[in-house]
T-cell receptor, first 110, second 115 residues
Framework: RKEVEQDPGPFNVPEGATVAFNCTYSNSASQSFFWYRQDCRKEPKLLMSVYSSGNEDGRFTAQLNRASQYISLLIRDSKLSDSATYLC???????????FGAGTRLFVKA | ETGVTQTPRHLVMGMTNKKSLKCEQHLGHNAMYWYKQSAKKPLELMFV???????ENNSVPSRFSPECPNSSHLFLHLHTLQPEDSALYLC??????????????FGSGTRLTVV
């Protein structure tokens, strides 16, 4: 089993749609969780951290479920500019170990 | 300049060449990283430096040699590479390698092609 697994997609959605991605991780000792966004041929950029209580940043909502070992990202009212690959990232405090998922491709169409 | 700067942006090199990738961060971070991103694969951690000390070498072949002269600069020296080493090489920094609560900041990467 991969340490961090994501559905590679692609997800093809119309503008205005709501779309959700899940990511599962295998190591229960994981400490920190993030979603990154990577545009084609560009570097990953931090989208948001994921906190145990869940957190929201505008149209984006992230959730963490430690019991089931998954995190999720919900995008509401999708924009064309949301088209990108979304990377799930799991980090282990004190171990310098950070695992990136392979990413989920999102295409938002007009 | 701000953020994390990588040079060159693109590099084509022969298998017998020696070249170096450079990374500089202007964020006051103490940890720097080299990652490799191949097509359709997750990012692979190569090296970690925390307060200039190498703390992680993720079983990287010796044809890749990192150097970290100070907390702001990181190099990746390349020699006798193979075509399968062609990839996007990303440098990243974080406040502290021990606590990654705030995530990484990545440079724009060097796209390396080995011919």
């Amino acid at each position: 089993r991969k340490e961090v697994e994501q559905d590679p997609g692609p997800f093809n959605v119309p503008e205005g749609a709501t779309v959700a991605f899940n990511c599962t991780y295998s190591n229960s000792a994981s400490q920190s969780f993030f979603w990154y966004r990577q545009d084609c041929r560009k570097e990953p950029k931090l989208l948001m951290s994921v906190y145990s209580s869940g957190n929201e940043d505008g149209r984006f909502t992230a959730q963490l479920n430690r019991a089931s070992q998954y995190i999720s990202l919900l995008i509401r009212d999708s924009k064309l500019s949301d088209s990108a690959t979304y990377l799930c990232v799991v980090a282990f405090t004190g171990g310098f170990k950070t695992i990136f998922g392979a990413g989920t491709r999102l295409f938002v169409k007009a | 300049e701000t953020g994390v700067t990588q040079t060159p942006r693109h590099l084509v090199m022969g298998m017998t060449n020696k070249k170096s990738l450079k990374c500089e961060q202007h964020l006051g971070h103490n940890a720097m990283y080299w990652y490799k991103q191949s097509a359709k694969k997750p990012l692979e951690l190569m090296f970690v430096y925390n307060f200039k000390e190498q703390t992680e070498n993720n079983s990287v072949p010796s044809r890749f040699s990192p150097e970290c002269p100070n907390s702001s600069h990181l190099f990746l020296h390349l020699h006798t590479l193979q075509p399968e080493d062609s990839a996007l090489y990303l440098c990243a920094s974080s406040q502290d390698g021990q606590r990654i609560n705030y995530g990484y900041t990545f440079g724009s990467g060097t796209r390396l092609t080995v011919v």
